[in-house]
């Protein structure tokens, strides 16, 4: 046997094996990377006022999916486009996650009217709204502490499972107890309009909104986010039924800090 031969075989073994465990602990990366990252949670994508094939086009990219729970009709939204999505944009959610959608539609609809007396004002904002309603004013008065007294439309109790026409406005009239007669303000600068609205009417507030000289079309108060509220965000004592006064933009810059 040549001895002088060893050096370089065990230098090219080395060489060998310093190689494979780098190719070894590499490929092992890269496995665990795209372990980790399917089940890495995506970003919901902002579906409001998109006709449904766009609105599929997006989820497609997001790696979610699409759900239309109920239709609705109302005259700020396109015929046949998204009215409202749960969860909303923004949302951080799991991929493959359905995302319902109420979808405008061509023309009014007859929906059986339901029965939210005595139930809590966010029960009854949401299945109002699940329906396709939409809530207007809230109103109270002395009585059980947010509890639904009387659902009203244009001025008039509406009974419960009768035909009203999808996209209608529901005002409730709503008990409130003096010890517990105030709220504190939710957030709500960032949001759409719809979004917004219904997450003040369950913290049991009063809605007014407005557009800046930016929103000029109905496509532009589809597109409209929240950029001032007044209350702000985290006010406390605020009496329930109080109005919180929304100022819209489809200008983000102008988003108050």
């Known amino acids: 046997m040549d001895t002088s031969k060893l050096p370089k075989t065990l230098i090219r073994n080395v060489i060998a094996i310093v190689v494979f465990l780098i190719v070894g602990v590499t490929a092992l990366s890269v496995s665990l990377s795209l372990i980790t990252r399917h089940g890495r949670s995506v970003e919901v994508p902002d579906m409001v006022g998109l006709q449904i094939e766009d609105a599929e086009r997006l989820a497609k990219e997001a790696h979610v999916r699409l759900e239309i729970e109920d239709s609705t ?18 949302s951080q959610v799991k991929k493959g996650r359905h995302i319902r959608l109420i979808v405008n539609t061509m023309a009014p609809r007859k929906v059986r009217m339901p029965d939210v007396t005595d139930c809590p004002v966010r029960q009854a904002v949401s299945d109002l709204t699940s329906k396709g309603f939409r809530v207007g004013r809230l109103y109270y008065e002395p ?8 659902q ?17 406005v529901i005002d409730l009239k709503v008990g409130f107890n003096s010890q517990y007669s105030t709220v504190t303000v939710p957030g709500v600068v960032g949001k759409k309009s719809a979004q ?9 507030l009063n809605v ?3 557009y800046d000289n930016s929103v000029l079309t109905r496509e532009d108060k589809v597109k409209a986010v ?7 965000a985290g006010a ?6 109080s109005f919180v006064s ?10 108050s800090k």
């Open 73 to 90: 009709f109302v005259s700020v939204v396109d015929r046949g486009a998204v009215f409202m999505q749960d969860p909303a944009a923004g």
């Open 143 to 150: 009585g059980f502490d947010d509890r639904v007294t009387a």
């Open 152 to 168: 009203l439309k244009d001025g008039r109790p509406v009974k419960p499972g009768s035909t009203v026409d999808s996209g209608s």
């Open 196 to 204: 917004a609205t219904r997450e003040l009417q369950e913290h049991s």
């Open 208 to 210: 007014k909104v407005s």
């Open 226 to 232: 929240v950029v001032k509220q007044s209350p702000s």
């Open 236 to 241: 406390k004592g605020v009496s329930k039924g």
């Open 246 to 255: 929304l100022t819209l933009s489809v200008d983000p810059e102008k988003i």
